[in-house]
């Protein structure tokens, strides 16, 4: 269907679509005009959550450029989530939106489910793990992604992340991964508390060197699911 779609000329769907977007404002400080339906041009609510759905005809619309994927999953801008309320509504919002609902609908709904259905799935995924959630926060306040070289000055923590990351290539033993896999989840732990403690006083900087710890620890859970025990 995607090749099909690409395929279409300047008057297909896309261009149909594009008929009732908003144009660009130049200048002045009044209200921007009110988006409207792609399918038969109706107003569309100001105020509707994502995804939104037409008043007049239930076509389902197209998402915005920038979501934002708190709002989008119904959660508070914070680094606590609650992962049960966080399931249910991404559970929700897939029964909503999933392609196997538009099937039988025209091809821009179908993409546009599409599109909904993917961006859901990346929402979901983001603030469900502390550290993508913890990054999309710093995003979200205009500070650079959190890299590994933001907590070099820790000398005491990159010798612990040495030693671990040596007694994880020599080791053989299944005991000793299990050892080390509950060590890499206490100190996830740790972290965790800290960032969100981090965030809660709003000291981004410390966040962000916190989630720089958060990822050396990603790293070496990876190697730990790599890791091949001769049988």
């Known amino acids: 269907m995607r090749a099909a779609l690409r395929r279409v000329g300047a008057g297909s769907w896309p261009a149909r679509a594009l008929q009732h977007a908003p144009r660009p404002r130049?200048?002045?400080t009044g209200p921007a005009?009110?988006?409207r339906c792609w399918s038969c041009g109706s107003a569309l609510p100001g105020a509707e959550g994502p995804p939104r759905f037409c008043p007049g005809c239930r076509?389902?619309?197209?998402?915005?450029p920038r979501p934002d994927l708190f709002r989008l999953?119904?959660?508070?801008?914070?680094?606590r989530v609650d992962a049960q309320q966080l399931q249910r509504r991404f559970r929700s919002l897939q029964r909503a939106v999933h392609p196997d609902r538009f099937g039988q609908r025209p091809p821009e709904e179908?993409?546009?489910s599409e599109q909904h259905s993917s961006l859901i799935n990346k929402a979901y995924q983001t603030l469900l793990n502390p550290l993508s959630r913890g990054i999309y926060l710093l995003e979200l306040h205009g500070m650079e992604p959190a890299q590994e070289?933001?907590?070099d000055a820790d000398s005491m923590f990159l010798v612990?992340?040495?030693e671990i990351n040596e007694k994880l290539a020599e080791s053989k033993s299944d005991d000793i991964l299990e050892e080390?896999?509950?060590?890499?989840?206490?100190?996830?732990?740790?972290?965790?508390?800290?960032?969100?403690?981090?965030?809660?006083?709003?000291?981004?900087?410390?966040?962000?060197?916190?989630?720089?710890?958060?990822?050396?620890?990603?790293?070496?859970?990876?190697?730990l699911k790599n890791k091949k025990i001769p049988s």
Request: contains cysteine.
């Open 26 to 28: 130049c200048g002045g």
């Open 160 to 162: 612990e992340i040495m």
């Open 180 to 223: 080390i896999d509950t060590l890499i989840k206490v100190k996830q732990e740790e972290l965790t508390r800290e960032v969100a403690a981090a965030f809660e006083r709003d000291d981004l900087q410390e966040a962000k060197k916190l989630l720089a710890k958060m990822k050396y620890f990603a790293n070496l859970e990876d190697k």
């Open 59 to 64: 076509a389902l619309q197209p998402p915005g």
């Open 110 to 112: 179908q993409y546009y």
């Open 73 to 79: 999953m119904a959660c508070e801008r914070s680094f």
């Open 149 to 151: 070289t933001d907590c």
């Open 33 to 35: 005009p009110a988006q």
